[in-house]
């Protein structure tokens, strides 16, 4: 088991290496670890309701786990209240870790949670379901589900 301090360091290091507009980012096994260690931090899922309804959601401790959308369903549309539901589950300086997909949204959730003034916005890298096989299949390559972590199924 890692100290806070040194997943951090790593959240850091990536940052850093990756250039990154935010505090950093964390593998799904680095950011389960972390929910563990510090009661402060927020898992915010950035899916749509549907993608929780239909494909399930990761299981972390009481209080921690928060659902705010990036984009609405149908069609895709931006979430024009996202800062504004953010602000009503984290503060500026409440840790949080973004959740989508496949890491892409979340990325795009914690660059603009950054530029609002939250100062530890990170990316939760490979996202829920990961990347899809050869037979575009996802929780089989990467990703919360396929790393062994706890979620509940649709």
């Not at 539901?85 to 979340?106: E, G, H, M, N, Y």
């Not at 050869?134 to 509940?152: D, I, M, Q, Y």
Request: charged letters at 25%; proline letters at 5%; one cysteine or more.
């Amino acid at each position: 088991m890692s100290t806070l301090e040194q997943l951090y360091a790593q959240a850091d290091t990536r940052r850093a290496a990756n250039q990154l507009p935010y505090a950093g980012a964390f593998s799904p096994a680095e950011a389960f670890e972390l929910l563990q260690l510090d009661t402060r931090v927020r898992l915010v899922d950035v899916r749509t309701r549907a993608e929780l309804d239909w494909v399930g959601r990761p299981v972390v401790g009481d209080g921690q786990y928060a659902h705010v959308e990036w984009t609405r369903y149908p069609g895709g549309v931006p979430n024009a209240e996202f800062l504004t539901q953010l602000k009503s589950v984290a503060d500026a300086d409440t840790p949080i870790l973004f959740l989508c997909r496949s890491a892409a949204r979340s990325k795009l959730a914690a660059v603009e949670a950054a530029k609002a003034g939250f100062t530890h916005a990170y990316d939760l890298l490979e996202g829920f379901e990961g990347d899809k096989n050869s037979e575009g299949h996802r929780k089989t390559v990467t990703g919360w589900c396929f790393r062994g972590l706890p979620w509940l199924g649709a």
